[in-house]
């Protein structure tokens, strides 16, 4: 089973930034594409970005693009979401996600992390 660990999250004022980091288990890292959600109270889950395994795709909710960056080492088996301009419509619950191609990913990945929280405060 792979198992997937988010950090970073944390309290940023209106136009601060933020990364944060999801540390993925096993041997196998560099074989799945990674994406990211995030939940708002009261909202959907709803994808945010995700990135290939090779990194060479990556794609991104049209209410981010611009200001997040999605990246991965596979050498330390972690993708980060770098978050810049940040703003109050961005605080949620953002978790990290993990299947064997962006499509499966952006559909219905078959694992997920626990969560870090964002909040942003105006």
């Known amino acids: 089973q792979v198992q997937l660990v988010e950090s970073g999250g944390g309290l940023v004022q209106t136009g601060g930034s933020l990364r944060l980091s999801c540390l993925v288990s096993?041997?196998?890292?560099?074989?799945?594409?990674m994406g990211w959600f995030r939940q708002a109270p009261g909202k959907e889950r709803e994808f945010v970005a995700g990135?290939?395994?090779?990194?060479?795709?990556?794609y991104y909710s049209r209410f981010v693009k611009g200001r997040f960056t999605v990246s991965r080492d596979n050498a330390k088996n972690t993708v980060y979401l770098q978050m810049n301009s940040l703003e109050p419509e961005d605080t949620a619950l953002y978790y990290c996600?993990?299947?064997?191609?962006?499509?499966?990913?952006?559909?219905?990945?078959?694992?997920w992390g626990q969560g870090t929280r964002v909040t942003v405060s105006s």
């Open positions: 990135i290939s395994s090779s990194a060479g795709i990556t």
């Open positions: 096993g041997r196998t890292f560099s074989r799945y594409a």
């Open positions: 996600a993990a299947d064997l191609t962006l499509e499966t990913v952006r559909r219905s990945p078959g694992y």
